[in-house]
């Protein structure tokens, strides 16, 4: 199994992100996914998820709104389009199952500063 994580970076406050999560060695469209993110000093929270035919999504509340999960089986990538970044949504972000049973990837950071 193996999920990797791209699009972080550095975005000023207001400013949009569009990260891909890339998977393989699991039946992808067979499965749920969702993301999570972790800021330093903070446990990790799952911040949306997907249903395996994209038919619902769910949201944490800090998230609603802005936020949008989405996902291509034909390419295996999940993707999460965030808009009027915040500060506070500063963190690593992951990709995994809902119930996180996948090993973990490396992440991608994302840095929401002036």
């Known amino acids: 199994v193996q999920l990797v994580e791209s699009g972080g970076g550095l975005v000023q406050p207001g400013g949009s992100l569009r990260l891909s999560c890339a998977a393989s060695?699991?039946?992808?469209?067979?499965?749920?996914m969702s993301w999570y993110r972790q800021a330093p000093g903070k446990e990790r929270e799952r911040v949306a998820s997907i249903t395996s035919t994209s038919g619902t999504t769910n949201y944490v509340d800090s998230v609603k709104g802005r936020f949008t999960i989405s996902r291509d089986n034909s390419k295996n990538t999940v993707y999460l389009q965030m808009n009027s970044l915040k500060p506070e949504d500063t963190a690593v972000y992951y990709c995994?199952?809902?119930?996180?049973?996948?090993?973990w990837g490396q992440g991608t950071q994302v840095t929401v500063s002036s």
């Open positions: 060695g699991f039946p992808f469209s067979s499965n749920a």
């Open positions: 995994n199952t809902p119930r996180g049973l996948l090993g």
